[in-house]
């Protein structure tokens, strides 16, 4: 697959600062969303990373639609939502109680009997919710990933078999106990969004940010991010950067 015609870089030298951008690039994206098609829709990541960013964006001042924001979760682990590693307990917690969102404009992965029960229910609702036929893929306005040390991104893990899904907009991924299994958004759906932003920090995340960026043939499940049409953005700290060959890659902000 060809690179998306718009990649940036951009290294935050403040933590502040890569927060204060992407809560504009959210208002700028939702704005836009809202304006052309009513409702501004937005899946969302877990994992470490993003949580002092939504807890900024939960006291932000910038004026969000948040009644015509439908959220979504990129991937979750398979554990209650009371679990300390369930991604939507953590963005319940860290965000959504803190803000006046209608319960219908949140979209959760249910936990059922099985991961693969999960995943063709969170399809189904997807399909209902996007309104499409057969065949037919979301196009989110946003996803916000992540990227774990070895490379992967929502639960797409590399080696994975789910990698190489084409039809289904979520699957089941079987991880061990420690990480638990999981129910990921697929490949095409990532693809298809719209915007899709990559949040990393911190200086473990330094050597796998310079194999995602500067050696794209390595097939990571991080590099096969590649949005068809829509713009794709990095977003990284002084540490997670630091490894990279700033002049042809990052702009440093
Ligand atoms: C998850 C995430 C996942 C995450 C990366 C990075 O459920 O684990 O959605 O894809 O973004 O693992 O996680 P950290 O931010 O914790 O390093």
Request: charged share 30%; net charge negative; aromatic share 8%.
């Amino acid at each position: 697959m060809k690179r998306p015609e718009k990649r940036e870089v951009l290294v935050f030298q403040k933590r502040e600062k890569l927060y204060d951008f992407l809560i504009k690039k959210w208002g700028e994206i939702s704005r836009k969303a809202i304006q052309e098609r009513g409702i501004f829709t937005i899946a969302l990541s877990g994992g470490e990373t993003p949580v002092e960013f939504y807890q900024k964006l939960a006291d932000s001042r910038e004026r969000l639609a948040w009644g015509k924001t439908h959220i979504f979760l990129a991937d979750e682990r398979f554990v209650p939502f009371e679990h300390a590693d369930s991604n939507y307990g953590m963005i319940r917690k860290d965000l959504l109680v803190r803000l006046s969102l209608p319960p219908q404009n949140v979209h959760t992965i249910q936990i059922y009997q099985t991961p693969e029960i999960s995943a063709e229910k969170y399809e189904e609702d997807l399909r209902m919710f996007f309104n499409l036929e057969k065949g037919e893929f979301p196009e989110f306005d946003l996803i916000l990933l992540g990227i774990g040390v070895e490379g992967h991104t929502a639960s797409l893990f590399p080696g994975d078999s789910a990698l190489s899904e084409t039809h289904r907009l979520t699957v089941a991924v079987h991880l061990d106990e420690e990480r638990h299994d999981r129910v990921t958004l697929t490949l095409p759906v990532i693809n298809r969004a719209r915007q899709v932003i990559f949040l990393v920090s911190g200086e473990e995340k330094s050597e796998i940010m310079k194999e995602v960026l500067e050696k794209p043939e390595s097939n990571l499940p991080a590099s096969m991010v590649r949005p068809v049409k829509g713009e794709l953005f990095f977003l990284l700290d002084e540490e997670a950067g630091s490894l990279l060959s700033q002049d042809k890659t990052a702009l440093k902000k």
